[in-house]
């Protein structure tokens, strides 16, 4: 089982810059490909941010160049950097675990964490 809490979130006016962060329970952190996803209210569920166990990324187009993930393996945590926050930002961002376990791969997700721009 892995446990995964994010933090960081909040209000912060268009332009601005917020870090979020999920730390994750259990061993074999670094084996787990992580991912930032958010969900914006009447809106589906969709992925902004994706970071593999060899470190490498994938952003959905309309972050590129604004938001960086990142991982500390040592401390068992993912990152989101987020740069030039637009209102359309606004939503509740999830973290995502994608455990390998055997011949399958098991997805976790956190609680969420709202973060608000205002314009």
């Known amino acids: 089982q892995v446990q995964l809490v994010e933090s960081g979130g909040g209000l912060v006016q268009s332009g601005g810059s917020l870090r979020l962060a999920c730390a994750a329970s259990g061993s074999g952190f670094s084996s787990n490909t992580m991912g930032w996803y958010r969900q914006a209210p009447g809106k589906q569920r969709e992925l902004v941010a994706i970071i593999t166990s060899r470190a490498s990324t994938n952003y959905v187009d309309s972050v590129k160049g604004r938001f960086t993930i990142s991982r500390d393996n040592t401390k068992n945590t993912v990152y989101l950097q987020m740069n030039s926050l637009k209102p359309e930002d606004t939503a509740v961002y999830y973290c995502?675990?994608?455990?390998?376990?055997?011949?399958?791969?098991?997805?976790?997700w956190g609680q969420g964490t709202q973060v608000t721009v205002s314009s």
């Open positions: 995502n675990a994608e455990v390998p376990r055997g011949w399958t791969t098991v997805r976790y």
